[in-house]
């Protein structure tokens, strides 16, 4: 393990010991299983997975898989244990099971921690993956992961030629579009064509919803065991109420088989509007005409609201950095400059800035996605990423004595965006984490957790490479087996889907091969979880039949009578210092020892680990790894 990750490799090996003293010898299983825990969590492994999905008109059988990230405890090997519960989750916009990494590992570690009818309790969490994974090209970063040597990626989606293109960043990545360099250094990959995936117009919320149902048939159930929940986070809150609502082939509503309802950020909403109204229908039907005909994208790209941080070049270059991440040192200089250079508005001389500093990895990391990484400075983040990201820590900044008045003049004080002329052009500058054990108390998250979840691959999967033949871009080999940490084909109809279907309380659509029928107004009796940004000093409640109902927020944490009956929280937590995506990845060094919602102490999951053993009933079967066709694949 001499060349891999250093906090990887503590993870490793303290995985490999703890599966010593548990099977008595460090069985060839266990010491596959080491690529595959998380970082942190040597207790907690990862399989990334696909079953046979939803059907849709035209997707070819090859791609029309349900795609899931399941994390489990490492301590029970090739044969997991009945679960208390599984948690079955969506991820957010733009968002994959990269960003529910580190709270599904912490309650999977936290379940395992504590007896449930005398043995320890076991909690899954099964994280979604976007659709357009299933076309992605991962060979490039598992031949690196396999090498142990990123610059096998770079070869095979760009060629190492691209990092002398920039003379002013000489053996560095270009900071340029990801577009303007696929297929500038000579490389053969190039991504799919918009003809070539035509069959995306179909992948809409009920294809999701149809493979979320086949995810949950994997739990075996029986008699009285209730044990899957349903969570979202952001956008994914949306298509837990939408699911919870959606009528089923048997005549049951989606939220009759689940065990509770859990909405980060996000989603617990019934919608503004009664019913959608025949013309509603009319223009939702025509969108999707258009998408089906090819008059409108049916994945978005850089034209769409990410811009060139989206699509399929944007995700080959995700991979290249990912695959640095697993193996570089945190603190050594980075040869990626920070994320969406050029793309924000806020000052010429910012912008500079971003394309003159020399940053270690764990400071590129997170400059990509903190929401103020300079604060006093002038905020110099992508506008999008201070919405949808996360309080990681600071940027370890300070201008050159003697050119604090050399800021953007245009953004005087307070704050002034700084300037080039203020960076010191010899030195790499770090990152100041926030978390339970960094030097920012204002912030809950921790850089390297967010660089260690963009690395993170489990190698265990049973996903295999498929050739296909398509219309424009002729036969190729698809090996999405390596779980990558970005969208490669964002699908349209599912963005558009659920913007559309949140306006509503009910939707009933039966024509154009579209049939819907959603009732949020229906949801009764479960259990729902909320954690959110809101202000409010009570809970906002939007399903009038839920008597179970706890809410953390701002202000601290609200709770019907029943809710409190059961799982009674301490009032004062809550999530002041959470931005959008801390809600799915803060730290928890410091669990037990500080107040969640504080730094180091998960909000989220410091309550939810009790609020669902509470409300699960018996022990369901899950899958073995072996009847899954699980293997390693780097």
Known sequence: MRNIHPQLRR???LALVAASLLAGVASAESVANSKSLVPEYADVIGEYLQIPGQPTAGTPTEFSAASFLRLRSAADGAAPKPANAVIVAMPGFASTPAHWLYLASQLVHKASERTCDGSPCRLEVWVVQRRGANLAETQGGRQARAKRDPALAVDYYFSRSVLSMDSKRPGKWPLLPPTDLIGAGGAKFRPLQQDDVGFMSEWGFDAYAGDVDRMIKLVKQSGKT?????AGHSQGGGFV????GRLQDDGKRGYEKLAGLIFLDGGPSAGNADAATPENVKEYIERVGKLRSGEAKVYSDEAGALGDLAGPSAAAAAVVTNAHYAFADPDSESIFGPRGVRRTSVSPAGDEFLTSIRLTYRARAGLSFDTDPLPGHGNLQVPILTRLGEGLGNLDFMPRAGTEDQCDATKPAPPCVPSAAQLDPDKVYGWIEGGGKGGVDTKAGRALLWMNSQAYAP??????PITFKF????????DASNMVASNWYPSERYDGDMQFLGRFKTIKIAEQG???????TAIAKIPAYVARQSTSTTFGN??????????VNKTGTHQTEAA???????KNINSALYFHTDYVSVDDSLAGQVTPGKPGSSAVANTLIEWVLKRSVGRAKVPTPKSLGVMETY
């Open 226 to 230: 209730k044990a899957v929940f349903l």
């Open 514 to 520: 579209v049939n819907l029928d959603i009732d949020k």
């Open 471 to 478: 219309a424009k871009s002729g036969e190729k080999t698809i």
């Open 459 to 464: 190698a265990r999967s049973n996903i295999k």
């Open 542 to 551: 939007p399903f009038p039949q839920v008597m179970d109902f706890t809410e």
């Open 241 to 244: 109420a939408n699911y919870a």
């Open 11 to 13: 993870s490793c090996t």
């Open 564 to 570: 409190a009956a059961l799982t009674p929280f301490d």
